[in-house]
């Protein structure tokens, strides 16, 4: 029943799952759980005639007024692996749909992030910023979003060390490497060196 006076609105488009925020499942620590709400995500896909969920997001809390923190797991790069490995099986399992893993990469702060460059040294990289990416490629995921910030100076699209040479050749990932919306052009990265660098 509807109280008196409360209107409520024509519901137009597709239909969705508010699921919780990628932290809260983080703090459950259980890949059961991850992995249900990935397929729950697939069976949404599956209805609403989507095929790629753009999800998990998976970088690091390094700064509290990230403004995607939100939607990424934790400040912790096992913990972040785990999760979107499990959320990866789950929306994978559904044949025909699958995850874009982003944003790749170093994408932790919201001032400037188009235009600034996360320096990281290769240990810090390797250990801490890549990790969950490389879990959750070892998953299955099939593609994988591109950042809109320079990691050590150069744009993540135009990037043919992360792209190509971490991603593809060392990881073996065969899947859709893609740009963020608006992650090429004007001031940004390049569109044809994002194709050189291993981008579809």
Not at 10 to 23: H, I, N
Not at 51 to 59: E, G, I, K, Q, V
Not at 117 to 137: C, D, H, K, P, T
Request: glycine residues 8%.
């Amino acid at each position: 029943d509807v109280p008196a006076g409360l209107r409520i609105p024509k519901v137009t488009g597709v239909r969705t799952t508010a699921f919780p925020v990628a932290t809260m499942l983080a703090c459950t620590w259980n890949t059961d759980i991850l992995e249900a709400v990935g397929r729950a995500g697939a069976l949404e896909c599956k209805e609403n005639n989507v095929s790629m969920w753009l999800t998990p997001a998976l970088n690091i809390h390094r700064n509290p007024l990230c403004g995607r923190n939100f939607e990424y797991y934790s400040e912790d790069p096992f913990l972040t692996g785990a999760m979107a490995a499990a959320i990866t099986r789950g929306v994978q399992q559904e044949e025909g749909y699958y995850v874009t893993v982003k944003h790749f990469a170093c994408n932790n702060q919201e001032d400037n992030r188009m235009h600034v460059s996360s320096n990281v040294s290769q240990r810090a990289l390797r250990e801490i910023y890549l990790r969950g990416f490389r879990m959750a490629v070892r998953a299955g995921a099939k593609s994988v979003m591109t950042s809109y910030n320079k990691v050590n100076g150069v744009y993540t699209p135009n990037s043919y060390d992360l792209c190509t040479k971490v991603l593809r050749n060392e990881w073996g990932f065969d899947g859709l490497v893609m740009t963020d919306w608006f992650a090429t052009g004007k001031k940004e990265g390049n569109h044809a060196l994002a194709i050189a660098t291993g981008n579809d």
